[in-house]
């Protein structure tokens, strides 16, 4: 059996829409580099009233907070430049009501960016971004 048959991907209801399947495929292709690079993914899509964070991961003792950005093409800039400095700010709030939701006191705390490149009839580019700030 290959490794793509042994891991679920994320099954999103047949109406969804091509942006959110794009997403999707973003975060499942994130989630299994960052798995290969030796992180234990703690959570995916946690979601909050303030929020959502894509992958929760550890690496070693870090608690790592993952964003991961996912573009069709480059008409609107590669994607991690979508990533800006308010969502930053959003990313660290949410990772302070992680802690809470989940009962974890002080831990080390790293930022990452993932962006997946995904551009019809081109191989996928991926690109991690380890402790933006």
Not at 12 to 39: D, I, K, M
Not at 102 to 119: H, K, Q, S, T, Y
Request: with cysteine; aromatic share 6%.
């Amino acid at each position: 059996m290959s490794q793509q048959a042994t891991q679920a991907e994320p099954q999103l209801p047949l109406g969804s829409n091509p942006r959110a399947r794009l997403g999707a495929q973003g975060e499942a292709v994130a989630a299994r580099y960052l798995q290969r690079c030796g992180l234990v993914v703690l959570d995916r899509n946690w979601r909050c009233r303030d929020g959502e964070i894509d992958l929760v991961a550890t690496d070693g003792d870090t608690l790592v907070i993952v964003e991961v950005k996912t573009r069709s093409g480059i008409g609107f800039g590669r994607p991690a430049e979508a990533v800006t400095r308010q969502k930053l700010a959003r990313m660290r709030r949410l990772a302070q009501l992680w802690l809470a939701a989940n009962g974890v006191g002080w831990v080390e705390i790293r930022f990452d960016v993932v962006a997946v490149l995904a551009c019809p009839g081109a191989p996928l580019e991926l690109e991690h971004f380890p402790g933006v700030f």
